[in-house]
Nanobody
Framework: QVQVAESGGGSVQAGGSLRLSCAAS????????MGWFRQAPGKQREVVAG????????YYVDSVKGRFTISHDNSKNAVYLQMTSLKPEDTAKYYC???????????????WGQGTQVTVSS
């Protein structure tokens, strides 16, 4: 049974930094995509950043490029999202998702964690 669990998040002032962590268990290998989505109240869920755990490929939505960095530990099936220069518009519930292919992951067809709240105040 696949399980995905996030940690991190919290509240910070604009310009500050936060780090999110996520680990997936139950996959038979590390040839998976893992990463983050977010959803703000009244808005649609959007992809934020992802990484191929078995290699070096990464993906970022344009709005976070240069501010967020995703890294991974392939021995743990874990990903980490370092968020810097945070803006109030980054406020959302952040969800970690894991899937066996990029297409499954980016289409939100994989396995999900419960989410963690990130709040950025101005």
């Amino acid at each position: 049974q696949v399980q995905v669990a996030e940690s991190g998040g919290g509240s910070v002032q604009a310009g500050g930094s936060l780090r999110l962590s996520c680990a997936a268990s139950g996959f038979s290998s590390n040839l998976i995509w893992m990463g983050w989505f977010r959803q703000a109240p009244g808005k649609q869920r959007e992809v934020v950043a992802g990484a191929y755990i078995g290699g070096t490929n990464t993906y970022y939505v344009d709005s976070v490029k240069g501010r967020f960095t995703i890294s991974h530990d392939n021995s743990k099936n874990a990903v980490y999202l370092q968020m810097t220069s945070l803006k109030p518009e980054d406020t959302a519930k952040y969800y970690c998702a894991a899937a066996r292919t990029f297409i499954e992951w980016v289409r939100a067809k994989g396995y999900w964690g419960q989410g963690t709240q990130v709040t950025v105040s101005s």
